[in-house]
């Protein structure tokens, strides 16, 4: 049993920064916890539950809610996310504070964090 924790683990100490973002193809995420800049939990509303962001290997990124879906690209790069959608003038940029194959913590320039959970 301890063979394979330690076996699972190696994977994905092994696995890029940008592969446990996207996984092998795409991978989508969710928000589970958001705190202000105060650090004040910031209790997520039924249309931010329903919200999802899919990274795409090839650079592609797709947030969507039951009602509408935004396109654009993404990158990673000294602990930086950065998104940039389609249509738009402004690039997203969240400091990484925490990644790994299934959880993510993201530092908003307005000092607000966002923890989100692989689908």
């Not at 320039?109 to 689908?119: F, K, R, V």
Request: proline letters at 0%; glycine letters at 8%.
């Amino acid at each position: 049993m301890l063979f394979l924790v330690v076996g699972c683990g190696k994977q994905s100490d092994s696995m890029s920064n940008e592969e446990k973002i996207s996984g092998q193809s795409e991978k989508t995420w969710k928000a589970t916890r958001e705190t202000t800049a105060e650090g004040e939990k910031d209790k997520l509303t039924r249309e931010e539950k329903k919200e999802s962001i899919t990274f795409s290997r090839n650079g592609n990124v797709k947030m969507s809610n039951n009602d509408q879906m935004m396109g654009g690209t993404w990158s990673f790069m000294d602990n930086t996310l950065s998104l940039q959608f389609t249509g738009t003038n402004v690039t997203e940029n969240f400091k990484v504070m925490e990644l790994s194959d299934d959880k993510m913590k993201l530092l908003a320039d307005d000092g607000s964090q966002m923890i989100l959970e692989a689908d």
